[in-house]
């Protein structure tokens, strides 16, 4: 399994509604791609920093989400919000428990 970090930031009083994009629009979208296994969305309200972490089942699902278009798609519902641009991490999962 492998895991995509995505680390955002917004306006603090933007956090509700980055969130609310994230669930209402992010998620069903997500939940449509091949090899995606589940997910989970951090944020700290005060400072309206985030992580969004989604997780695969194979670094090539993970990539093919990338070529398909459907990661960038996602950060575009968000280029309004976003006060500075989003870091990509991906790592292994190693341990799940």
């Given at each position: 399994m492998i895991a995509r970090l995505t680390f955002i930031r917004v306006k603090p009083e933007n956090v509700e509604e980055a969130a609310r994009i994230?669930?209402?629009?992010?998620?069903?979208?997500?939940?449509?791609?091949?090899?995606?296994?589940?997910?989970?969305?951090?944020?700290?309200?005060?400072?309206?920093?985030?992580?969004?972490?989604?997780?695969w089942q194979s670094p090539e699902d993970l990539a093919a989400s990338e070529e398909n278009r459907y990661y960038q798609n996602q950060l575009i519902k968000f280029l309004d919000l976003f006060v500075m641009p989003p870091i990509k991490e991906e790592y292994t999962v190693f341990l799940q428990y």
């Open positions: 994230y669930e209402n629009s992010v998620i069903p979208e997500t939940k449509l791609q091949k090899g995606f296994c589940g997910g989970y969305l951090l944020t700290d309200a005060a400072s309206g920093k985030g992580i969004a972490i989604t997780l």
